[in-house]
């Protein structure tokens, strides 16, 4: 069961805004034998904001999705540091993050 039901459009007009890089669309797959399967994803999109007159080039970090059996191998930390370093190369240092999870608050 997926708790997001993206459509296939949706995710073609996100993962491909303006000034998109496919480095920053990296996945992680398990080969063995006879097969080849996605066991983890994580994307970055360009955002440019502005901020007391100021303009600001900053990343969305989105969809980071790990494989229900490769949850205990540490992969979602992994997935963030090299998402991390492909926007760093880019000389881009500050990103927003986006949760499907509900904050708690004070």
């Known amino acids: 069961m997926f708790r997001f039901d993206y459509s296939r459009e949706f995710l073609q ?10 480095k920053w669309h990296l996945s992680v ?7 080849n399967k ?9 955002v ?5 007159e100021k303009k600001i080039t900053l990343v969305e970090i989105n969809f980071l999705c790990v494989s229900d059996k490769y949850r ?9 540091k090299e998402i991390t370093r ?12 986006t949760s499907g999870t509900l904050l708690p608050r004070p």
């Open 86 to 97: 492909r926007v760093n190369l880019e000389n881009i240092w500050q990103a927003v993050y």
């Open 48 to 52: 440019h904001i502005i901020v007391a």
């Open 13 to 22: 007009w996100h993962l491909t805004a303006p000034g998109y890089l496919k």
């Open 38 to 46: 996605m066991v983890g994803f994580i994307s970055a999109t360009p």
């Open 72 to 80: 205990t191998k540490r992969l979602a930390p992994v997935l963030i």
């Open 29 to 35: 797959f398990h080969k063995t034998d006879n097969s």
